[in-house]
């Protein structure tokens, strides 16, 4: 069945640097790959979706690639900021009995450092 | 809009009781999800409806219970509370169904089965 991979540990990086997060899938390339922001007590927050006929989808500093080759999505936020301090976790829509579903990676928690 | 709205945001029940877990939207979207969140592993889906009057399990049904009579409300019944239902419990909507129509999540519930 269809996994996602992404990296458990906490990624610190200093303030204006670029974080780079990574999620691989471990089957079929799906159609669609969403990248959602988690803040603590809080809920999933949509931040940006890449087709698979896309190779990258950028959003003011957020970028995201799609490599189906290498099945692996990036997300790039640049210029980082302490307020992007959150989990991040990506989803891909699978098939699932006769219909599709989400699945969602545990997320990478990133620090940015003043 | 206030999006997807959760009732309560704690509780804690005891082994053998019963609860209510409610959700509203109010994006008039059609699909509605249920979804619980442990440490360290992903969003698992429990139940999800396509419209009103239409309901049906996701991964992890067991032990739960949904309606949908109407558009914005989509309530998850507890019957008798387990220590392993012991979770973070996230109710979301989106447009579609296909993987190109981003969830919205509401800010989740923290149940407590003691």
């Known amino acids: 069945s269809q996994k996602i991979e992404q990296n458990s540990e906490a990624l610190n990086i200093q303030e204006g640097k670029t974080a780079t997060l990574t999620c691989n899938y471990t089957n079929y390339s799906p159609a669609y790959l969403q990248w959602y922001r988690q803040d603590p007590g809080r809920g999933p927050v949509f931040l940006l979706l890449?087709?698979?006929?896309?190779k990258e989808k950028r959003k003011e500093r957020l970028k995201v690639t799609f490599d189906t080759t290498l099945k692996q999505s990036l997300f790039h936020i640049t210029a980082s900021q302490p307020a992007d301090s959150a989990t991040y976790l990506c989803a891909l829509d699978t098939p699932w009995e006769g219909t599709y579903k989400y699945i969602f990676g545990t997320g990478t928690r990133l620090k940015v450092l003043a | 809009n206030a999006g997807v709205t959760q009732t309560p945001k704690f509780r804690i029940l005891k082994i053998g009781q019963s609860m209510t877990l409610q959700c509203t939207q109010d994006?008039?979207?059609?699909?509605m999800y249920w979804y619980r969140q442990d440490p360290g592993m992903g969003l698992k889906l429990i139940y999800y409806?396509?419209?009103?009057?239409?309901?049906d399990k996701g991964e992890v049904p067991n032990g739960y219970n949904v309606s949908r009579s109407t558009t914005e409300d989509f309530p998850l019944r507890l019957e008798l509370a387990a220590p392993s239902q012991t979770s973070v419990y996230f109710c979301?909507?989106?447009?579609?169904?296909?993987?190109?129509?981003?969830?919205?999540f509401g800010n989740g519930t923290r149940l407590t089965v003691t």
């Open positions: 994006m008039n979207h059609n699909y």
């Open positions: 409806s396509v419209g009103a009057g239409i309901t």
């Open positions: 979301a909507s989106s447009l579609d169904r296909a993987g190109d129509s981003p969830l919205h």
């Open positions: 890449i087709r698979e006929n896309e």
